[in-house]
């Protein structure tokens, strides 16, 4: 089939290659010139594990392009994976959705929008308005949700857990279900609106369950049981399952922040307070906060201070830094005073992080240091030669805020560790 993609970030790059990779004929479209340019040319413009691969691999079959009509002539479906970034009021942006919706062109056949892009429920009825004022009755609509995880989104999008598929005439889906021919996975048909309410609450759900287990984390610091443990034995109940039961210093990346606040911001214009949600988000950014308190119970001020932290991304194997945790904890250590150097492998805090010191090495970052703080549970990390890391630190302080390294050998190391939700000696 012939594939549009309007969006080369890190869905439309995953999904343009993924189709091709499945034998579908690919036009990717972006706005942004310099990222088409440097696509044709074989660069990858955002560090995902398999892309570059995948992308090589399947150049015959990929074209990259900034025109809409070179895009969407001969498809059959036409992507939407443009960015839906939240605006000043919580409410999903969805200027660059728009955009794409008043730029297809008229065509003389039937051809399907599918929108990968997150959006609010109810976007695809207005979006089915707007094409039809614009006399485009012959492109169909339907709502296709993206589910990848950074870091995971190649593995992701080839074994789904699911495939969902929201349209308002059966054909459509059809059509939409044959694009994704070769992967095996439950397709859910439903109406549009239900489409676009299963990403935000599978979203939601999820991060339900980070705020859950940080909260547990927190009375177990305040009571002595360790997360880590508790977590172990609630996951292991069938009912539960293992998945995001992870204690830590909370969510970040371009999606669940943002997810969470534009459904809040949905229930609350249609009328309802979302109560748990709205807890979900405050527990959210209170962890994150969490860290500076503990930094300061050991230090006291940390005005002039050093303060390592290690990792940037929001999670490990992507170079986004999107509502990263890293951001807060910087921003706020800098609001102290304290002096703080950062390492990421990939992510790059020039940036994003004014006036802090990015180092070329975790163990560059940790000289001379008062404390350090693990963010982003990088492999990297758990290697490191974290005997020579303690000499080059001022003090032997360590943060973890993944809860990735082992309490007993960091402490057999000299370290004064504190992990999240775990026994403090
Ligand atoms: N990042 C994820 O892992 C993930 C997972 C599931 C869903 N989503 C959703 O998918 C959407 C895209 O997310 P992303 O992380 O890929 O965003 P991104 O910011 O990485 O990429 C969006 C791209 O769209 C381009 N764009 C803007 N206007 C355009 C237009 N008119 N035509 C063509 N391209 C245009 C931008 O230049 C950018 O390259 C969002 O709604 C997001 O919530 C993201």
């Avoid at 008229?106 to 089915?128: E, F």
């Avoid at 830590?248 to 943002?258: L, N, Q, R, T, V």
Wanted: aromatic share 6%.
């Amino acid at each position: 089939m012939r594939v549009a993609v309007f969006g080369a970030g890190y869905v439309g790059l995953v999904t343009g290659a993924c189709f091709a990779d499945i034998g579908h004929d690919v036009v990717v479209r972006d706005v942004v010139a310099e990222k088409i340019d440097a696509l044709r040319r074989g660069k990858v413009p955002i560090h995902e594990e398999g892309l570059d691969d995948l992308l090589e691999h399947n150049r015959e079959r990929l074209r990259f392009t900034t025109d809409v009509d070179e895009s969407v002539e001969g498809a059959e479906v036409v992507y939407v994976a443009v960015g839906t970034p939240p605006t000043y009021s919580g409410d999903a942006d969805l200027s660059a959705v728009w955009t794409v919706v008043d730029e297809l062109p008229r065509v003389d056949r039937r051809i399907v929008v599918a929108m990968k892009s997150t959006v609010p429920v109810g976007t695809g009825r207005t979006i089915r308005h707007r094409l039809d004022e614009r006399g485009l009755e012959n492109v169909g609509y339907v709502s296709n949700p993206e589910f990848t995880a950074e870091g995971t989104a190649v593995r992701d999008f080839k074994h789904p857990d699911r495939i969902v598929i929201g349209a308002f005439d059966p054909a459509d889906a059809e059509v939409v279900e044959r694009v994704h021919a070769g992967i095996d996975a439950p397709v859910i048909h439903c109406d549009v609106a239900s489409a676009e309410m299963i990403k935000l609450a599978a979203n939601a759900f999820l991060m339900t369950r980070i705020s859950f287990i940080n909260e547990i984390a927190n009375v177990c610091e305040a009571t002595g049981a360790d997360v880590v443990k508790v977590a172990e034995g609630v996951g292991l109940d069938h009912r539960l399952g293992p998945h995001f039961l992870r204690a830590g210093i909370g969510y970040g990346g371009s999606c669940f922040p943002k997810d969470s606040l534009a459904l809040k911001q949905l229930a609350s214009n249609s009328g309802y307070h979302f109560q748990l949600l709205a807890a979900v988000i405050e527990v959210n950014e209170l962890q994150k906060r969490r860290v500076i308190g503990k930094l300061e119970r050991r230090l006291g001020s940390l005005r002039g201070k050093k303060v390592a932290l290690l990792g940037l991304a929001f999670k490990p194997g992507t170079d986004d830094m999107r509502e990263s945790p890293s951001l807060v904890l910087a921003g706020r250590l800098l609001a102290e005073g304290a002096d703080v150097s950062a390492w990421d492998p990939v992510a790059d805090g020039r940036v994003h992080l004014d006036g802090v010191h990015i180092a070329d090495s975790a163990l560059d970052a940790l000289d001379g240091a008062d404390a350090a703080v693990l963010v982003t549970e990088w492999p990297e990390l758990g290697e490191l030669d974290w005997a020579e890391a303690g000499a080059r630190m001022r003090k032997r302080l360590l943060v973890d805020g993944r809860n990735m390294l082992d309490p007993s050998e960091m402490r057999a190391l000299g370290f004064d560790y504190e992990g999240i939700g775990r026994a403090v000696e």
